[in-house]
């Protein structure tokens, strides 16, 4: 079975600095993909960020970027220029493609950016 | 327009009450999940349908149906409701495993949940 661990469960950041939450998953599995999902106070399950396994390249979306190190299992989140709206819940998934889609969520890292 | 939708948005009802949340999307895709989310905010999947065919049922009472009449809902009927019930529900959808330009499209999509509290 597939884990994800959020080791962070909560975190804080100045408004305009840099934070990165770490997540890292347990699998025998080479193909997969790595998710970032953001849930705001509204409850509202928001993708962030997406990575294939099989990519080297890491994935940025305008502030946000992954590092993400396959040997080790790492998938870490940097959210750079933090701004308010940024805070939320933080969860890390991992899926396996063709068993069903599932999705594998981690216990999730409550972000909160600080005026 | 309103990509995953979860009818109703707030559910209080008493222990031992039938309830049903239903689950539509209009993105076209193939597959649609249910999660449960706790107290403590863990998500945790509960069913998968693919074309209104189940392929994922998670370990969940049997007072948990899903329904799916087409690929565009996906419904959740409880019976007998208790208390340890309580928490937010959420459906998703994706496109399944489809390739679409030569990636695959298995980005989840949620709906908005559910806040279930049983009495």
């Known amino acids: 079975a597939q884990t994800v661990t959020q080791s962070q469960p909560e975190m804080s950041v100045q408004e305009a600095e840099t934070v990165t939450l770490s997540c890292t998953y347990d699998t025998s599995e080479n193909n997969y993909y790595l998710f970032w999902y953001k849930q705001p106070p509204s409850r509202q399950m928001i993708l962030v960020i997406r990575q294939e396994a099989y990519k080297q390249q890491n994935a940025t979306e305008n502030r946000f970027s992954v590092n993400f190190q396959k040997a080790a299992k790492s998938f870490s989140l940097k959210i750079s220029d933090s701004q308010l709206g940024d805070t939320a819940m933080y969860f890390c998934?991992?899926?396996?493609?063709?068993?069903?889609?599932?999705?594998?969520f981690g216990t999730g890292t409550s972000l909160t950016v600080i005026p | 327009d309103t990509a995953v939708s979860q009818t109703p948005k707030y559910l209080v009802t008493q222990m031992g009450n039938d309830k049903s949340i239903k689950c539509e999307q209009n993105?076209?895709?193939?597959?649609m999940y249910w999660y449960k989310q706790d107290s403590k905010k863990f998500l945790k999947i509960m069913f998968s349908?693919?074309?209104?065919?189940?392929?994922i049922n998670e370990t969940v009472p049997n007072r948990f149906s899903p329904k799916s009449p087409d690929k565009a809902h996906l419904n959740l009927h409880i019976n007998s409701l208790e208390l340890g019930d309580s928490a937010v529900y959420f459906c998703?959808?994706?496109?399944?495993?489809?390739?679409?330009?030569?990636?695959?499209?298995?980005?989840?999509?949620f709906g908005p949940g559910t806040r279930l509290l049983v009495l």
């Open positions: 349908y693919n074309n209104k065919e189940l392929i």
């Open positions: 998934a991992f899926m396996k493609p063709f068993a069903g889609n599932q999705f594998y």
């Open positions: 993105l076209g895709h193939d597959t």
């Open positions: 998703a959808s994706s496109l399944g495993g489809h390739q679409l330009g030569g990636e695959f499209q298995e980005t989840q999509y």
